[in-house]
Protein backbone atom coordinates (compact mmCIF):
# COMPACT_ATOMS: atom_id res chain seq x y z
CA UNK A 1 0.00 0.00 0.00
CA UNK A 2 2.88 1.97 -0.26
CA UNK A 3 0.93 4.36 -3.40
CA UNK A 4 -2.24 6.20 -2.96
CA UNK A 5 -3.88 4.42 -6.05
CA UNK A 6 -3.42 1.35 -4.20
CA UNK A 7 -5.86 1.95 -1.47
CA UNK A 8 -9.36 1.45 -1.60
CA UNK A 9 -11.17 4.78 -0.33
CA UNK A 10 -13.51 4.62 2.27
CA UNK A 11 -16.71 6.47 1.83
CA UNK A 12 -16.49 9.52 3.40
CA UNK A 13 -12.91 9.86 1.50
CA UNK A 14 -15.20 10.26 -1.56
CA UNK A 15 -14.65 14.22 -1.71
CA UNK A 16 -10.19 13.55 -1.52
CA UNK A 17 -10.96 11.09 -4.49
CA UNK A 18 -13.24 13.24 -6.10
CA UNK A 19 -10.05 16.07 -6.01
CA UNK A 20 -7.44 13.93 -6.78
CA UNK A 21 -9.02 12.71 -9.84
CA UNK A 22 -9.80 16.12 -11.26
CA UNK A 23 -6.12 17.25 -10.47
CA UNK A 24 -5.06 13.87 -12.30
CA UNK A 25 -7.73 15.01 -15.09
CA UNK A 26 -5.87 19.07 -15.27
CA UNK A 27 -2.19 17.26 -15.73
CA UNK A 28 -3.11 14.66 -18.56
CA UNK A 29 -5.11 17.85 -19.72
CA UNK A 30 -1.83 19.89 -19.20
CA UNK A 31 0.39 17.11 -20.73
CA UNK A 32 -1.52 16.31 -23.77
CA UNK A 33 -2.75 20.20 -24.75
CA UNK A 34 0.14 21.53 -23.97
CA UNK A 35 -1.95 23.96 -21.97
CA UNK A 36 -0.29 25.61 -18.79
CA UNK A 37 -2.56 24.55 -15.98
CA UNK A 38 0.02 24.66 -13.82
CA UNK A 39 -1.47 27.60 -11.40
CA UNK A 40 -5.08 25.82 -11.47
CA UNK A 41 -2.91 22.42 -10.39
CA UNK A 42 -1.12 24.08 -7.88
CA UNK A 43 -4.28 25.73 -6.57
CA UNK A 44 -6.27 22.28 -6.72
CA UNK A 45 -3.30 20.80 -4.99
CA UNK A 46 -3.25 22.98 -2.18
CA UNK A 47 -7.39 22.71 -1.71
CA UNK A 48 -6.43 18.95 -1.56
CA UNK A 49 -3.73 19.35 1.15
CA UNK A 50 -6.59 21.27 3.58
CA UNK A 51 -9.03 18.81 2.74
CA UNK A 52 -6.91 16.09 3.79
CA UNK A 53 -6.26 17.33 7.20
CA UNK A 54 -9.53 18.78 7.91
CA UNK A 55 -11.48 15.19 6.84
CA UNK A 56 -8.67 13.90 9.15
CA UNK A 57 -8.59 15.74 12.04
CA UNK A 58 -12.40 16.07 12.57
CA UNK A 59 -12.88 12.56 11.75
CA UNK A 60 -15.85 11.00 13.44
CA UNK A 61 -15.45 7.74 15.86
CA UNK A 62 -17.65 5.96 12.99
CA UNK A 63 -15.02 6.97 10.35
CA UNK A 64 -12.89 5.66 12.54
CA UNK A 65 -14.59 2.63 13.00
CA UNK A 66 -14.18 1.96 9.18
CA UNK A 67 -10.23 2.90 9.54
CA UNK A 68 -10.28 0.21 12.10
CA UNK A 69 -11.42 -2.34 9.91
CA UNK A 70 -9.94 -1.47 6.62
CA UNK A 71 -8.78 -4.60 4.71
CA UNK A 72 -5.92 -2.94 3.64
CA UNK A 73 -4.85 -2.16 7.05
CA UNK A 74 -1.62 -4.32 8.31
CA UNK A 75 -2.65 -7.27 10.56
CA UNK A 76 -0.75 -9.53 13.36
CA UNK A 77 0.86 -11.29 10.53
CA UNK A 78 2.10 -8.50 8.80
CA UNK A 79 3.33 -6.81 12.00
CA UNK A 80 4.98 -10.06 12.98
CA UNK A 81 7.21 -10.31 9.17
CA UNK A 82 8.11 -6.65 9.46
CA UNK A 83 9.47 -5.86 13.75
CA UNK A 84 10.62 -8.98 14.15
CA UNK A 85 13.33 -11.60 13.47
CA UNK A 86 13.34 -15.55 13.31
CA UNK A 87 9.66 -16.39 13.99
CA UNK A 88 8.83 -19.41 15.06
CA UNK A 89 5.00 -20.19 14.53
CA UNK A 90 3.65 -21.94 17.25
CA UNK A 91 0.27 -23.70 17.07
CA UNK A 92 -2.40 -25.31 19.39
CA UNK A 93 -3.54 -25.07 22.69
CA UNK A 94 -3.08 -28.88 22.99
CA UNK A 95 -7.18 -29.30 23.13
CA UNK A 96 -9.63 -30.08 20.02
CA UNK A 97 -7.86 -28.63 17.43
CA UNK A 98 -5.33 -24.95 16.59
CA UNK A 99 -7.56 -22.45 15.98
CA UNK A 100 -6.35 -20.11 13.17
CA UNK A 101 -8.10 -17.10 14.31
CA UNK A 102 -4.95 -16.69 17.04
CA UNK A 103 -1.25 -16.66 15.61
CA UNK A 104 1.38 -17.08 18.02
CA UNK A 105 5.06 -17.79 18.80
CA UNK A 106 8.73 -17.40 19.77
CA UNK A 107 10.30 -14.58 17.60
CA UNK A 108 13.16 -11.75 18.38
CA UNK A 109 12.80 -8.15 19.14
CA UNK A 110 15.55 -6.03 18.13
CA UNK A 111 17.60 -9.31 18.71
CA UNK A 112 15.99 -9.87 21.94
CA UNK A 113 13.70 -12.93 22.52
CA UNK A 114 10.08 -12.33 23.00
CA UNK A 115 6.94 -14.23 23.04
CA UNK A 116 4.82 -12.81 20.18
CA UNK A 117 0.60 -13.56 19.84
CA UNK A 118 -2.64 -11.83 17.84
CA UNK A 119 -5.90 -12.21 16.47
CA UNK A 120 -5.56 -12.69 12.96
CA UNK A 121 -8.02 -11.65 10.26
CA UNK A 122 -7.14 -12.72 7.00
CA UNK A 123 -6.55 -10.87 3.69
CA UNK A 124 -8.73 -12.53 0.67
CA UNK A 125 -11.81 -14.63 1.44
CA UNK A 126 -9.88 -18.16 1.47
CA UNK A 127 -7.58 -16.69 4.38
CA UNK A 128 -10.46 -15.31 5.82
CA UNK A 129 -12.22 -18.15 6.37
CA UNK A 130 -9.17 -20.01 7.29
CA UNK A 131 -8.79 -17.15 10.25
CA UNK A 132 -12.43 -17.37 10.72
CA UNK A 133 -12.26 -13.72 10.39
CA UNK A 134 -10.48 -13.24 13.59
CA UNK A 135 -12.64 -14.69 15.67
CA UNK A 136 -11.38 -17.20 17.81
CA UNK A 137 -13.42 -20.08 19.38
CA UNK A 138 -12.07 -21.02 23.07
CA UNK A 139 -9.14 -22.95 21.37
CA UNK A 140 -8.13 -19.62 20.07
CA UNK A 141 -7.77 -18.36 23.57
CA UNK A 142 -6.73 -21.45 24.84
CA UNK A 143 -4.14 -21.71 22.60
CA UNK A 144 -2.54 -17.63 23.23
CA UNK A 145 -2.73 -18.71 26.94
CA UNK A 146 -0.88 -21.99 26.77
CA UNK A 147 1.86 -19.13 24.63
CA UNK A 148 1.78 -17.05 27.89
CA UNK A 149 2.40 -19.60 29.76
CA UNK A 150 5.65 -20.79 27.53
CA UNK A 151 6.60 -17.37 27.79
CA UNK A 152 6.47 -17.31 32.16
CA UNK A 153 7.90 -19.96 32.12
CA UNK A 154 11.18 -19.13 29.99
CA UNK A 155 10.63 -15.35 30.91
CA UNK A 156 10.29 -13.62 28.11
CA UNK A 157 8.59 -10.66 27.53
CA UNK A 158 4.85 -11.27 25.69
CA UNK A 159 3.87 -8.89 23.12
CA UNK A 160 0.17 -8.84 21.84
CA UNK A 161 -1.57 -7.54 18.96
CA UNK A 162 -5.56 -7.28 19.51
CA UNK A 163 -7.25 -6.93 16.15
CA UNK A 164 -10.86 -9.31 16.12
CA UNK A 165 -14.62 -7.97 15.40
CA UNK A 166 -14.80 -10.78 18.77
CA UNK A 167 -15.35 -13.89 20.23
CA UNK A 168 -17.00 -16.14 17.71
CA UNK A 169 -20.69 -16.13 18.87
CA UNK A 170 -21.12 -20.15 17.03
CA UNK A 171 -22.76 -23.28 18.95
CA UNK A 172 -19.68 -25.07 19.17
CA UNK A 173 -17.96 -22.13 20.97
CA UNK A 174 -20.82 -22.13 23.29
CA UNK A 175 -20.38 -26.32 24.03
CA UNK A 176 -16.90 -25.84 24.80
CA UNK A 177 -16.93 -22.94 27.39
CA UNK A 178 -16.06 -19.33 25.10
CA UNK A 179 -17.36 -17.59 28.66
CA UNK A 180 -14.70 -19.60 30.56
CA UNK A 181 -11.74 -19.72 28.18
CA UNK A 182 -12.06 -15.92 28.42
CA UNK A 183 -12.65 -15.76 31.53
CA UNK A 184 -9.42 -18.33 32.52
CA UNK A 185 -7.03 -15.83 30.44
CA UNK A 186 -7.70 -12.93 31.99
CA UNK A 187 -7.10 -14.41 35.42
CA UNK A 188 -3.71 -16.19 34.65
CA UNK A 189 -3.15 -13.12 32.56
CA UNK A 190 -3.01 -11.11 35.66
CA UNK A 191 -0.49 -13.21 37.37
CA UNK A 192 2.49 -13.06 34.85
CA UNK A 193 5.96 -12.48 35.56
CA UNK A 194 7.11 -11.59 32.34
CA UNK A 195 6.30 -7.72 30.73
CA UNK A 196 2.94 -8.08 28.83
CA UNK A 197 2.49 -5.11 26.01
CA UNK A 198 -0.47 -5.14 24.42
CA UNK A 199 -1.15 -3.34 21.55
CA UNK A 200 -4.83 -2.61 19.63
CA UNK A 201 -4.07 -2.50 16.00
CA UNK A 202 -7.12 -2.55 14.26
CA UNK A 203 -11.00 -3.72 16.21
CA UNK A 204 -10.71 -4.29 19.96
CA UNK A 205 -14.27 -6.51 19.84
CA UNK A 206 -15.55 -6.81 23.56
CA UNK A 207 -14.48 -10.08 25.54
CA UNK A 208 -12.73 -11.46 22.68
CA UNK A 209 -10.05 -8.96 22.55
CA UNK A 210 -9.89 -8.42 26.68
CA UNK A 211 -8.92 -11.96 26.43
CA UNK A 212 -5.57 -11.12 25.50
CA UNK A 213 -5.87 -7.48 26.66
CA UNK A 214 -4.68 -7.80 30.18
CA UNK A 215 -1.14 -5.62 29.98
CA UNK A 216 1.05 -3.74 31.81
CA UNK A 217 0.91 -1.48 29.17
CA UNK A 218 -1.76 -0.93 26.59
CA UNK A 219 -1.41 1.11 23.66
CA UNK A 220 -3.82 1.48 20.97
CA UNK A 221 -2.80 2.84 16.99
CA UNK A 222 -4.25 6.03 16.60
CA UNK A 223 -7.18 4.90 14.38
CA UNK A 224 -8.03 1.41 16.40
CA UNK A 225 -10.92 0.76 17.81
CA UNK A 226 -11.69 -1.17 21.65
CA UNK A 227 -15.44 -1.45 22.57
CA UNK A 228 -17.55 -3.42 24.70
CA UNK A 229 -19.54 -3.86 21.97
CA UNK A 230 -20.10 -3.24 18.15
CA UNK A 231 -21.63 -0.21 17.31
CA UNK A 232 -23.28 -2.19 14.97
CA UNK A 233 -24.61 -4.58 17.80
CA UNK A 234 -25.17 -1.59 19.92
CA UNK A 235 -27.57 0.27 17.78
CA UNK A 236 -29.61 -3.11 17.00
CA UNK A 237 -29.87 -3.25 21.00
CA UNK A 238 -30.45 0.22 22.06
CA UNK A 239 -31.94 1.78 19.19
CA UNK A 240 -33.12 -0.73 17.77
CA UNK A 241 -32.08 0.55 14.36
CA UNK A 242 -28.89 -1.06 13.01
CA UNK A 243 -28.76 1.86 10.86
CA UNK A 244 -28.37 3.75 13.70
CA UNK A 245 -24.38 2.57 14.03
CA UNK A 246 -22.90 6.05 13.63
CA UNK A 247 -24.48 7.36 16.67
CA UNK A 248 -23.71 4.22 18.83
CA UNK A 249 -20.14 4.59 17.78
CA UNK A 250 -20.09 8.26 18.50
CA UNK A 251 -21.78 7.88 22.17
CA UNK A 252 -20.02 4.38 23.27
CA UNK A 253 -16.67 6.39 23.18
CA UNK A 254 -14.63 4.00 21.41
CA UNK A 255 -11.53 5.57 19.89
CA UNK A 256 -8.37 6.13 21.16
CA UNK A 257 -8.69 9.44 22.17
CA UNK A 258 -11.46 8.64 24.41
CA UNK A 259 -9.77 5.76 25.85
CA UNK A 260 -6.86 7.76 26.65
CA UNK A 261 -8.91 10.71 28.17
CA UNK A 262 -10.76 8.04 30.54
CA UNK A 263 -7.82 6.35 31.88
CA UNK A 264 -8.22 2.81 30.13
CA UNK A 265 -4.98 2.27 27.90
CA UNK A 266 -1.31 4.15 27.93
CA UNK A 267 -0.74 5.47 24.99
CA UNK A 268 -1.63 6.14 21.58
CA UNK A 269 0.56 5.24 18.84
CA UNK A 270 0.24 8.01 15.78
CA UNK A 271 -0.74 6.33 12.35
CA UNK A 272 -0.01 7.89 8.41
CA UNK A 273 -2.42 10.89 7.89
CA UNK A 274 -5.82 8.54 6.82
CA UNK A 275 -4.47 5.71 8.43
CA UNK A 276 -1.98 2.96 8.78
CA UNK A 277 -3.26 1.12 5.08
CA UNK A 278 -1.72 4.53 3.44
CA UNK A 279 1.89 3.67 4.59
CA UNK A 280 2.64 0.67 5.81
CA UNK A 281 6.58 1.16 6.29
CA UNK A 282 5.71 4.60 8.33
CA UNK A 283 3.12 2.46 10.31
CA UNK A 284 5.65 -0.25 11.35
CA UNK A 285 8.38 2.55 12.34
CA UNK A 286 6.09 3.71 14.30
CA UNK A 287 4.89 0.51 16.34
CA UNK A 288 8.41 -0.77 16.06
CA UNK A 289 9.30 2.45 18.25
CA UNK A 290 6.14 2.25 20.91
CA UNK A 291 7.63 -1.59 21.37
CA UNK A 292 11.15 -0.92 22.07
CA UNK A 293 10.39 2.37 24.31
CA UNK A 294 7.60 -0.10 26.35
CA UNK A 295 9.73 -3.49 26.23
CA UNK A 296 12.64 -1.24 27.39
CA UNK A 297 10.87 0.31 30.54
CA UNK A 298 9.17 -2.36 31.45
CA UNK A 299 12.30 -4.48 31.62
CA UNK A 300 13.26 -2.50 34.37
CA UNK A 301 10.58 -3.53 37.05
CA UNK A 302 10.67 -6.71 39.28
CA UNK A 303 8.39 -9.29 38.08
CA UNK A 304 6.19 -9.82 41.50
CA UNK A 305 6.28 -5.56 41.05
CA UNK A 306 4.95 -6.12 37.75
CA UNK A 307 1.73 -8.35 39.33
CA UNK A 308 0.82 -5.96 41.98
CA UNK A 309 0.48 -2.90 39.65
CA UNK A 310 -1.01 -4.81 37.17
CA UNK A 311 -3.54 -5.39 39.75
CA UNK A 312 -3.76 -2.00 41.07
CA UNK A 313 -4.40 -0.76 37.77
CA UNK A 314 -7.52 -2.48 37.07
CA UNK A 315 -8.52 -2.13 40.65
CA UNK A 316 -8.82 1.65 39.56
CA UNK A 317 -10.96 1.00 36.81
CA UNK A 318 -14.55 2.30 37.09
CA UNK A 319 -16.04 5.81 37.85
CA UNK A 320 -19.05 5.62 40.18
CA UNK A 321 -20.32 7.78 43.29
CA UNK A 322 -19.73 6.81 46.56
CA UNK A 323 -21.70 8.70 49.05
CA UNK A 324 -21.46 6.33 52.20
CA UNK A 325 -18.61 5.17 54.35
CA UNK A 326 -18.56 1.18 52.90
CA UNK A 327 -18.27 -1.46 55.04
CA UNK B 1 -43.76 -8.23 35.31
CA UNK B 2 -44.19 -5.88 38.60
CA UNK B 3 -44.33 -8.42 40.75
CA UNK B 4 -40.78 -9.71 40.55
CA UNK B 5 -39.75 -6.07 41.57
CA UNK B 6 -41.77 -5.63 44.64
CA UNK B 7 -40.67 -5.79 48.11
CA UNK B 8 -42.31 -8.89 49.74
CA UNK B 9 -44.83 -6.72 52.27
CA UNK B 10 -47.02 -5.66 49.55
CA UNK B 11 -47.16 -8.27 47.24
CA UNK B 12 -49.83 -7.34 44.97
CA UNK B 13 -52.61 -9.81 44.65
CA UNK B 14 -52.21 -11.45 41.33
CA UNK B 15 -51.99 -14.18 38.91
CA UNK B 16 -48.49 -14.24 37.31
CA UNK B 17 -48.13 -16.18 34.06
CA UNK B 18 -45.33 -18.63 34.34
CA UNK B 19 -42.57 -17.85 31.57
CA UNK B 20 -41.87 -21.59 31.37
CA UNK B 21 -45.33 -22.76 30.78
CA UNK B 22 -47.32 -20.19 30.78
CA UNK B 23 -50.14 -21.09 33.41
CA UNK B 24 -51.39 -18.57 35.77
CA UNK B 25 -49.96 -18.92 39.33
CA UNK B 26 -50.98 -16.62 41.63
CA UNK B 27 -48.47 -14.10 43.13
CA UNK B 28 -48.41 -15.22 46.78
CA UNK B 29 -48.75 -19.23 46.22
CA UNK B 30 -45.41 -18.14 43.99
CA UNK B 31 -43.76 -16.27 46.39
CA UNK B 32 -44.26 -18.64 49.41
CA UNK B 33 -42.73 -21.30 46.31
CA UNK B 34 -39.42 -19.54 46.57
CA UNK B 35 -40.75 -18.21 43.00
CA UNK B 36 -40.50 -21.93 41.23
CA UNK B 37 -43.47 -22.59 39.04
CA UNK B 38 -45.80 -24.98 40.68
CA UNK B 39 -46.66 -26.55 37.44
CA UNK B 40 -43.67 -27.08 35.13
CA UNK B 41 -40.56 -26.22 38.44
CA UNK B 42 -39.24 -23.29 36.60
CA UNK B 43 -37.12 -20.88 38.53
CA UNK B 44 -38.47 -18.07 37.98
CA UNK B 45 -36.69 -14.70 38.31
CA UNK B 46 -36.86 -13.56 42.34
CA UNK B 47 -36.54 -10.76 44.60
CA UNK B 48 -33.06 -10.63 46.33
CA UNK B 49 -34.98 -10.07 49.59
CA UNK B 50 -37.10 -13.60 49.54
CA UNK B 51 -33.92 -14.93 48.55
CA UNK B 52 -32.18 -13.46 51.51
CA UNK B 53 -35.09 -15.21 53.75
CA UNK B 54 -35.24 -18.46 51.75
CA UNK B 55 -31.05 -18.80 51.93
CA UNK B 56 -29.85 -16.71 54.98
CA UNK B 57 -30.10 -17.01 58.56
CA UNK B 58 -32.62 -14.86 60.09
CA UNK B 59 -31.70 -11.09 59.99
CA UNK B 60 -27.72 -12.55 59.58
CA UNK B 61 -27.52 -10.25 55.77
CA UNK B 62 -26.25 -6.84 56.45
CA UNK B 63 -25.25 -5.29 53.06
CA UNK B 64 -22.36 -2.94 52.49
CA UNK B 65 -22.10 -0.27 49.44
CA UNK B 66 -25.52 0.35 49.73
CA UNK B 67 -24.88 3.74 48.56
CA UNK B 68 -22.64 3.44 45.44
CA UNK B 69 -24.07 4.59 42.88
CA UNK B 70 -23.32 4.92 38.60
CA UNK B 71 -22.21 8.22 37.24
CA UNK B 72 -22.28 9.04 33.37
CA UNK B 73 -18.89 9.02 32.62
CA UNK B 74 -19.46 8.87 28.97
CA UNK B 75 -22.35 11.24 28.79
CA UNK B 76 -24.02 8.31 27.29
CA UNK B 77 -27.94 9.15 25.25
CA UNK B 78 -29.85 7.29 23.15
CA UNK B 79 -33.54 7.52 23.53
CA UNK B 80 -32.97 8.68 26.72
CA UNK B 81 -29.61 9.57 28.97
CA UNK B 82 -27.94 7.26 30.92
CA UNK B 83 -29.11 9.44 33.68
CA UNK B 84 -32.57 9.22 32.89
CA UNK B 85 -32.55 5.55 32.77
CA UNK B 86 -30.29 4.89 35.87
CA UNK B 87 -33.14 6.83 37.73
CA UNK B 88 -36.13 5.00 36.14
CA UNK B 89 -34.53 1.87 37.53
CA UNK B 90 -33.97 3.03 40.84
CA UNK B 91 -37.66 4.05 41.15
CA UNK B 92 -39.09 0.51 39.39
CA UNK B 93 -36.36 -1.90 41.74
CA UNK B 94 -36.24 0.11 44.80
CA UNK B 95 -32.59 -0.67 44.79
CA UNK B 96 -29.64 1.56 43.90
CA UNK B 97 -27.83 -0.75 41.47
CA UNK B 98 -27.79 -3.92 39.96
CA UNK B 99 -25.86 -6.31 42.92
CA UNK B 100 -26.46 -5.78 46.49
CA UNK B 101 -23.15 -7.35 48.54
CA UNK B 102 -23.28 -7.72 52.27
CA UNK B 103 -22.12 -10.44 55.06
CA UNK B 104 -24.63 -13.23 56.11
CA UNK B 105 -24.80 -16.55 57.45
CA UNK B 106 -26.11 -19.58 56.41
CA UNK B 107 -26.64 -22.57 59.32
CA UNK B 108 -24.28 -20.74 60.93
CA UNK B 109 -21.66 -20.62 58.40
CA UNK B 110 -20.37 -17.06 57.88
CA UNK B 111 -19.59 -15.59 54.21
CA UNK B 112 -19.89 -12.54 52.20
CA UNK B 113 -22.55 -12.65 49.78
CA UNK B 114 -23.68 -10.82 46.52
CA UNK B 115 -26.53 -11.37 44.77
CA UNK B 116 -27.03 -9.37 40.90
CA UNK B 117 -30.60 -7.99 40.20
CA UNK B 118 -31.90 -8.88 36.96
CA UNK B 119 -34.96 -5.96 37.64
CA UNK B 120 -31.93 -3.32 37.61
CA UNK B 121 -31.21 -3.21 33.65
CA UNK B 122 -30.92 -6.11 32.88
CA UNK B 123 -28.49 -7.03 35.53
CA UNK B 124 -25.70 -5.17 33.80
CA UNK B 125 -22.29 -4.87 34.82
CA UNK B 126 -20.77 -1.24 34.81
CA UNK B 127 -18.51 0.23 37.32
CA UNK B 128 -20.65 -0.06 40.32
CA UNK B 129 -21.35 -3.80 39.90
CA UNK B 130 -17.62 -3.77 39.25
CA UNK B 131 -17.00 -1.96 42.19
CA UNK B 132 -18.79 -3.59 44.94
CA UNK B 133 -17.91 -7.57 43.56
CA UNK B 134 -14.13 -5.79 44.39
CA UNK B 135 -15.16 -4.24 47.77
CA UNK B 136 -17.30 -7.97 48.58
CA UNK B 137 -14.11 -9.76 47.68
CA UNK B 138 -11.74 -7.75 49.74
CA UNK B 139 -13.88 -7.75 52.71
CA UNK B 140 -13.53 -11.65 52.11
CA UNK B 141 -10.39 -11.22 52.35
CA UNK B 142 -10.45 -8.81 55.10
CA UNK B 143 -12.31 -11.42 57.06
CA UNK B 144 -11.60 -14.86 55.91
CA UNK B 145 -14.54 -15.31 54.73
CA UNK B 146 -15.83 -17.13 51.78
CA UNK B 147 -17.29 -15.44 48.76
CA UNK B 148 -20.75 -16.26 47.14
CA UNK B 149 -21.99 -14.34 44.19
CA UNK B 150 -25.09 -14.87 42.80
CA UNK B 151 -25.52 -13.78 39.20
CA UNK B 152 -28.34 -12.94 36.74
CA UNK B 153 -27.09 -11.02 34.39
CA UNK B 154 -27.53 -9.68 30.93
CA UNK B 155 -23.69 -8.39 30.46
CA UNK B 156 -21.88 -5.50 30.48
CA UNK B 157 -23.60 -2.26 30.66
CA UNK B 158 -22.95 -0.60 27.00
CA UNK B 159 -24.42 2.61 28.76
CA UNK B 160 -20.81 2.69 30.15
CA UNK B 161 -18.92 1.71 27.35
CA UNK B 162 -15.11 0.55 27.28
CA UNK B 163 -15.07 0.98 31.44
CA UNK B 164 -18.15 -1.40 31.36
CA UNK B 165 -15.98 -3.84 29.67
CA UNK B 166 -13.03 -3.53 31.99
CA UNK B 167 -15.61 -4.59 35.17
CA UNK B 168 -14.52 -8.18 33.23
CA UNK B 169 -10.89 -7.45 34.36
CA UNK B 170 -11.32 -6.02 37.77
CA UNK B 171 -14.25 -8.76 38.86
CA UNK B 172 -11.87 -11.40 37.67
CA UNK B 173 -8.58 -10.04 39.56
CA UNK B 174 -10.64 -9.77 42.78
CA UNK B 175 -11.98 -13.50 42.85
CA UNK B 176 -8.04 -14.30 41.35
CA UNK B 177 -6.76 -12.55 44.66
CA UNK B 178 -9.08 -14.51 46.77
CA UNK B 179 -7.75 -17.69 45.11
CA UNK B 180 -4.50 -16.63 45.93
CA UNK B 181 -5.37 -16.74 49.69
CA UNK B 182 -6.57 -20.27 49.33
CA UNK B 183 -10.37 -18.60 50.07
CA UNK B 184 -13.12 -20.14 48.43
CA UNK B 185 -15.34 -18.19 45.51
CA UNK B 186 -18.85 -20.26 44.81
CA UNK B 187 -20.73 -18.83 42.06
CA UNK B 188 -24.06 -19.58 41.27
CA UNK B 189 -25.84 -18.92 38.20
CA UNK B 190 -29.32 -18.08 37.80
CA UNK B 191 -31.51 -17.08 34.59
CA UNK B 192 -29.98 -15.56 32.59
CA UNK B 193 -26.07 -15.00 33.28
CA UNK B 194 -24.65 -13.92 29.57
CA UNK B 195 -22.18 -12.36 27.65
CA UNK B 196 -19.12 -10.28 29.82
CA UNK B 197 -20.51 -11.76 33.75
CA UNK B 198 -20.13 -15.02 31.68
CA UNK B 199 -16.87 -14.45 30.79
CA UNK B 200 -15.74 -13.12 33.96
CA UNK B 201 -15.59 -13.53 37.93
CA UNK B 202 -18.98 -15.90 37.23
CA UNK B 203 -17.47 -18.54 35.27
CA UNK B 204 -14.15 -18.23 37.89
CA UNK B 205 -15.72 -19.98 40.58
CA UNK B 206 -13.98 -23.27 42.61
CA UNK B 207 -17.46 -24.11 42.80
CA UNK B 208 -20.20 -23.29 40.09
CA UNK B 209 -23.62 -23.93 40.61
CA UNK B 210 -26.67 -22.88 38.52
CA UNK B 211 -30.32 -23.03 39.07
CA UNK B 212 -32.15 -25.68 36.56
CA UNK B 213 -33.18 -24.29 33.18
CA UNK B 214 -31.11 -21.03 33.82
CA UNK B 215 -30.12 -19.48 30.18
CA UNK B 216 -26.31 -19.59 30.68
CA UNK B 217 -23.78 -18.66 27.67
CA UNK B 218 -21.56 -16.08 26.39
CA UNK B 219 -22.94 -14.77 22.81
CA UNK B 220 -26.79 -14.70 23.09
CA UNK B 221 -29.11 -17.22 21.55
CA UNK B 222 -30.49 -14.67 19.01
CA UNK B 223 -26.97 -13.18 18.14
CA UNK B 224 -25.61 -17.13 17.69
CA UNK B 225 -28.50 -18.19 15.98
CA UNK B 226 -27.93 -14.83 13.10
CA UNK B 227 -24.69 -15.90 12.98
CA UNK B 228 -24.80 -19.42 11.96
CA UNK B 229 -28.03 -19.06 10.36
CA UNK B 230 -29.65 -22.11 11.92
CA UNK B 231 -32.28 -22.70 14.92
CA UNK B 232 -30.58 -23.60 18.09
CA UNK B 233 -32.16 -26.91 19.49
CA UNK B 234 -34.15 -26.67 22.35
CA UNK B 235 -32.46 -26.75 25.79
CA UNK B 236 -28.98 -25.07 24.32
CA UNK B 237 -27.33 -23.21 26.98
CA UNK B 238 -29.28 -24.13 29.64
CA UNK B 239 -27.78 -25.24 32.72
CA UNK B 240 -28.59 -28.85 32.10
CA UNK B 241 -26.80 -28.37 28.50
CA UNK B 242 -23.82 -26.69 30.49
CA UNK B 243 -23.48 -29.56 32.79
CA UNK B 244 -23.42 -31.94 29.97
CA UNK B 245 -20.90 -30.30 28.49
CA UNK B 246 -18.50 -29.68 32.01
CA UNK B 247 -18.97 -26.36 32.56
CA UNK B 248 -20.33 -26.33 35.69
CA UNK B 249 -20.47 -28.55 38.54
CA UNK B 250 -23.99 -29.01 39.37
CA UNK B 251 -27.20 -28.03 39.48
CA UNK B 252 -29.53 -27.13 42.50
CA UNK B 253 -32.94 -26.04 42.86
CA UNK B 254 -34.07 -23.59 45.24
CA UNK B 255 -35.39 -26.17 48.11
CA UNK B 256 -32.05 -27.52 48.03
CA UNK B 257 -29.82 -24.53 48.00
CA UNK B 258 -29.79 -23.72 51.65
CA UNK B 259 -28.89 -27.12 52.46
CA UNK B 260 -26.61 -27.89 49.27
CA UNK B 261 -24.69 -24.28 50.16
CA UNK B 262 -24.04 -25.02 54.03
CA UNK B 263 -22.73 -28.27 53.68
CA UNK B 264 -20.26 -26.76 50.63
CA UNK B 265 -19.22 -24.41 52.94
CA UNK B 266 -18.37 -26.48 55.92
CA UNK B 267 -16.47 -28.45 53.46
CA UNK B 268 -13.89 -25.25 53.30
CA UNK B 269 -14.01 -24.80 57.17
CA UNK B 270 -10.53 -25.82 58.80
CA UNK B 271 -10.28 -27.51 62.50
CA UNK B 272 -10.17 -23.69 64.11
CA UNK B 273 -13.26 -22.51 62.17
CA UNK B 274 -11.12 -20.09 59.69
CA UNK B 275 -11.68 -20.62 55.94
CA UNK B 276 -8.40 -19.71 54.54
CA UNK B 277 -6.43 -23.36 53.94
CA UNK B 278 -3.07 -21.99 54.14
CA UNK B 279 -1.92 -19.24 56.76
CA UNK B 280 -2.26 -16.02 54.98
CA UNK B 281 1.37 -14.98 54.26
CA UNK B 282 0.70 -11.06 55.00
ZN1 LIG C 1 -44.55 -23.06 34.85
Same mark, same amino acid.
Given at each position: ?44 ? +? ?18 ? +? ?12 ? *? ?67 ? +? ?86 ? *? ?30 ? *? ?30 ? *? ?26 | ?16 ? &??? &? ?115 ? $? ?27 ? $? ?57 ? $? ?9 ? $? ?45
Amino acid at each position: MQSNQAVDALPFEQKIVDLEKKIRELKELSDGEHLDLGPEIEKLS +QKLARLREDTYQNISAWEVT +QIARHPQRPYTLDY *IRNLFTDFVEMHGGRQFYDDNAIVGGMARFNGEPVVVIGHEKGRGTDEKIFRNFGMPHPEGYRKALRLM +QFANKFQRPLVLFIDTPGAYPGKEAEERGQGEAIARNIFDMSFLKVPVLVIVIGEGGSGGAVALGVGDRVLMLEHSIYSVISPEGCAS *ILWKDVSKSKDAANALKITSRHLQDLGIIDGI *IPEPLGGAHYDHEKTYKAVREAISKNLAELKL *IAPDLLVEQRFEKYAKMGVFVDEGHGA | MGWFTSKKKDIPDVFVK &CTG &CGEAVYNKELQKNLYVCPHCDRHLRMPNDVRIEFLCDENSFQEFNASIMASDPLGFSDSATYGERIQKAQEKTRSKEAIITGFASIEGHRLVIGMFDFSFMGGSMGSVVGEKIARAA $QASLDHNLPLVIFSASGGARMHEGILSLM $QMVKTSQAVAKLSKRHLPFISVLCDPTTGGVSASFAMLGDIIMAEPKALIGFAGPRVIE $QTIRETLPEGF $QTSEFLLEKGVIDMIVSRPEMRSTMARILSFFKQKDGAYYAVQPSR
